[in-house]
T-cell receptor, first 115, second 113 residues
Framework: NAGVTQTPKFQVLKTGQSMTLQCAQDMNHEYMSWYRQDPGMGLRLIHYSVGAGITDQGEVPNGYNVSRSTTEDFPLRLLSAAPSQTSVYFC??????????????FGEGSRLTVL | GENVEQHPSTLSVQEGDSAVIKCTYSDSASNYFPWYKQELGKRPQLIIDIRSNVGEKKDQRIAVTLNKTAKHFSLHITETQPEDSAVYFCAASFGGGADGLTFGKGTHLIIQP
């Protein structure tokens, strides 16, 4: 099993550009989520999904879109990049509540810089 | 929503000493409290967790305690080793799983030789 795979690992964008961060998991996890990590701010939840076709907002959703057409994939779209979106992004997946241990499995992270 | 406060932000201890990191949470309905360790440049990984029906849990040199009345929980690391140097995050959620986990801001643990 590859676990949670994120691409790209590094990306530099100009203000106003759009891009998609890809996330795929091969563990048949129903729950998937995106976090951003900024120095001194911990991990903040952007969007999450409890299954295919279902998405919901987290703590910091503005400027980001998500969709969940399959169990395996959960892409994160930046519609019009801003310097405030410079961050490290982590995708994570888990078994549904009540099943498994509740452990979040993280991808390796994607470092995004917006100039 | 849930708010998780974590202290201290940086903790420096001598190798072999104990380290304690403390977290408080705001939502009394939260019932799942994991701790994640993130080494420099790596992804966060779960090291231990506790549920609200348990007051303490131990795994070798790591232990977590939970005080539901005071709404705080702590990570205890004994006999610290150089490989314990990392950033540690506490988190809380309702429902017993990873759904909507709220993380603290992290503690940078430095083990001095």
């Amino acid at each position: 099993n590859a676990g949670v795979t994120q691409t790209p690992k590094f990306q530099v964008l100009k203000t106003g550009q759009s891009m998609t961060l890809q996330c795929a998991q091969d563990m048949n996890h129903e729950y998937m989520s995106w976090y951003r990590q900024d120095p001194g701010m911990g991990l903040r939840l952007i969007h999450y999904s409890v299954g295919a076709g279902i998405t919901d907002q987290g703590e910091v959703p503005n400027g980001y879109n998500v969709s969940r057409s399959t169990t395996e994939d959960f892409p994160l779209r930046l519609l019009s990049a801003a310097p405030s979106q410079t961050s490290v992004y982590f995708c994570a997946s888990s078994y549904p509540q009540g099943l498994g241990t509740g452990e979040l499995f993280f991808g390796e992270g994607s470092r995004l810089t917006v100039l | 929503g849930e708010n998780v406060e974590q202290h201290p932000s940086t903790l420096s201890v001598q190798e072999g000493d104990s380290a304690v990191i403390k977290c408080t949470y705001s939502d009394s309905a939260s019932n799942y409290f994991p701790w994640y360790k993130q080494e420099l440049g790596k992804r966060p990984q779960l090291i231990i967790d506790i549920r609200s029906n348990v007051g303490e849990k131990k795994d070798q040199r790591i232990a977590v305690t939970l005080n539901k009345t005071a709404k705080h929980f702590s990570l205890h690391i004994t006999e610290t080793q150089p490989e314990d140097s990392a950033v540690y995050f506490c988190a809380a959620s309702f429902g017993g799983g990873a759904d909507g986990l709220t993380f603290g801001k992290g503690t940078h643990l430095i083990i001095q030789p």
